[in-house]
């Protein structure tokens, strides 16, 4: 009797461990493709460092964009933003930035820039392709919860915000 339930207990905790290891591996929520691709890098034109803002819509349309750069106290970051209404999936648009040294750094701190997106996502092609795709969405569960998230965003016309950096060294 007592090898019975040895046999038992051995059982029960592989058992266990099986629905621990499956349970650990099952996401909790899914996340929206992304829609847009930024990135930017600094070159050297002339005398004048640049910094291009790189904008690619992967998919859909991107509307109302809005781009601003910031940057660590002592830089100045000009820029002449001239921004389309929308991007078309595929399209890339750059964004030139100059920039300024306004004062010598006195730590060992990095100088920094960043670029700065909000756009309106086209919530109408991010919910069709997740639709579509059953295989990086596999739970019909939480594929509709991240589908009547999309949808409440979409009724409230919230916008996106992206945001990419980079240590400048001039």
Known sequence: MRLNIQKLWLFFLLC??????????MPVKYFAP???????????????????GKIQCVFGKLFQLKVRFTSSPDLKITSDLKIPD?????????????????????NNEPSWAKIHVLYSPDYDELIKTIMADNNSYPIQSLKEQLIK???????????????AGIDVSL
């Open 34 to 52: 992304e829609q847009l691709r930024l990135s930017i890098e600094q070159s050297k034109e002339g005398e004048n460092y640049i910094l291009k």
């Open 149 to 163: 998230w999309l949808e409440k965003k979409k009724e409230t016309q919230t916008q996106a915000n992206y945001v």
């Open 16 to 25: 266990a461990l099986q629905i621990h290891a499956a349970s650990a591996t």
């Open 86 to 106: 929308e991007v078309a999936s595929g399209e890339t648009i750059i964004i030139n930035g100059t920039v300024e040294n306004l004062s010598e750094k006195s």
